[in-house]
């Protein structure tokens, strides 16, 4: 079993809905869970984080942590054309301040918001 | 714009052969890290490298090697090259994060190698 697993997709949207992006995964030390978005032929970018279980709300942006069951969700309100892209979970066990971040990523779903 | 360059942008090179790739962190940007992304595999950590030295490793091959440079500017250097390495590379840079949150990682706009 992969240490995050994420469906890949693609998800096609028409605009103004609501998305629901997730990733499971089966470590149990990862504390901080991030999404990253990546446009076309561009670099991952961080969106959001979340450290442990609970929510975060960022506008139209919200994330999810469940780690009784190992969850994590991105929920994406009122989606735009050009929320279209990539959206990568990644996941870390260590705490920061200069300690080694080896962030273990999913496979990304690829996502297009239909004008 | 992330901050974080990356040179050559592509790269078409034959199996067999060797390449380098550059990075340039973000300015005062200490930890360089090097990802390779594939369609199967998708986004894998290879290396990390803070102030010059190696702080960690994943799933890097022997037939690859990477560097920090006193000005903190890296390289990966891939060696013996095979048509599975031909995939996207990325470099990504961090500072040190506010107590109680995660280092940000600035992603590169990576270098697309085609191994023929």
């Known amino acids: 079993q992969k240490e995050v697993e994420q469906d890949p997709g693609p998800l096609s949207v028409p605009e103004g809905a609501i998305v629901s992006l997730n990733c499971t995964y089966s470590n149990s030390a990862f504390q901080y869970f991030m999404w990253y978005r990546q446009y076309s032929r561009k670099g991952p970018e961080l969106l959001m984080y979340?450290?442990?279980?609970g929510n975060k709300e960022d506008g139209r942006f919200t994330a999810q942590v469940d780690k009784s069951s190992k969850y994590i969700s991105l929920f994406i309100r009122d989606s735009q054309p050009s929320d279209s892209a990539t959206y990568l979970c990644?996941?870390?066990?260590?705490?920061?301040?200069?300690?080694?971040?080896?962030?273990?990523f999913g496979k990304g779903t690829k996502l297009t918001v239909n004008p | 714009d992330s901050g974080v360059t990356q040179t050559p942008k592509h790269l078409i090179t034959a199996t067999g052969q060797r390449v380098t790739l550059r990075c340039s962190p973000r300015s005062g940007d200490l930890s360089v890290y090097w990802y390779q992304q594939s369609l199967d595999q998708g986004l894998q950590f290879l290396i990390q490298y803070y102030n010059g030295e190696e702080r960690a490793k994943g799933n890097i091959l022997e037939r690859f090697s990477a560097q920090q440079f006193p000005d903190l500017h890296s390289e990966l250097n891939l060696s013996s090259l095979e048509l599975g390495d031909s995939a996207l590379y990325f470099c990504a840079s961090s500072v040190v994060a506010l107590a109680g949150g995660p280092e940000t990682q600035y992603f590169g706009p990576g270098t697309r190698l085609l191994v023929l």
């Open positions: 979340t450290y442990s279980s």
């Open positions: 990644a996941m870390s066990p260590y705490p920061t301040q200069g300690g080694s971040e080896k962030l273990v």
